[in-house]
C-alpha cells in the first residue's frame, strides 16, 4: 500500500516511476510550477525536482521549459496520456 501526503499524492519509493509522474502532475496542476511548490505539493526533496524534469524530459519524451524559477509543460509527448497522469 502507498501512503499519501495531506494533499492525496501518493509517496512513492526511491527509484519509483511514480516520483516523476507526480512532479509532472504537480507541474501541471499547480498555477505556480517552482521547485519549492512541487516540492511542497508532492513531499519530493526540492533539490531532486530539476532531476525529475530532466528524467521526464530525456526517459519519457516531455518538454518542460524552465524560465527562471517556473517550470511550463510545452508537450506531454507521445508516452504519456495527461488524463491518466493527473488521476494519479
Do not use: C, F
Not at 501518493?10 to 517552482?34: C, F, M, N, S
Amino acid at each position: 500500500m502507498i501512503l499519501r501526503n495531506e494533499y492525496g499524492v501518493p509517496q512513492y519509493p526511491k527509484g519509483h516511476v511514480g516520483r516523476l509522474l507526480v512532479a509532472l502532475a504537480a507541474i501541471d496542476h499547480l498555477e505556480q510550477p517552482t521547485a519549492s511548490s512541487v516540492a511542497k505539493r508532492t513531499g519530493l526533496s526540492k533539490g531532486k525536482i530539476d532531476n525529475y524534469v530532466d528524467a521526464l524530459n530525456s526517459e519519457l519524451g516531455t518538454v518542460i521549459s524552465k524560465t527562471g524559477p517556473r517550470y511550463r509543460i510545452e508537450s506531454w509527448g507521445s508516452i504519456l496520456n495527461r488524463d491518466a497522469i493527473k488521476k494519479l
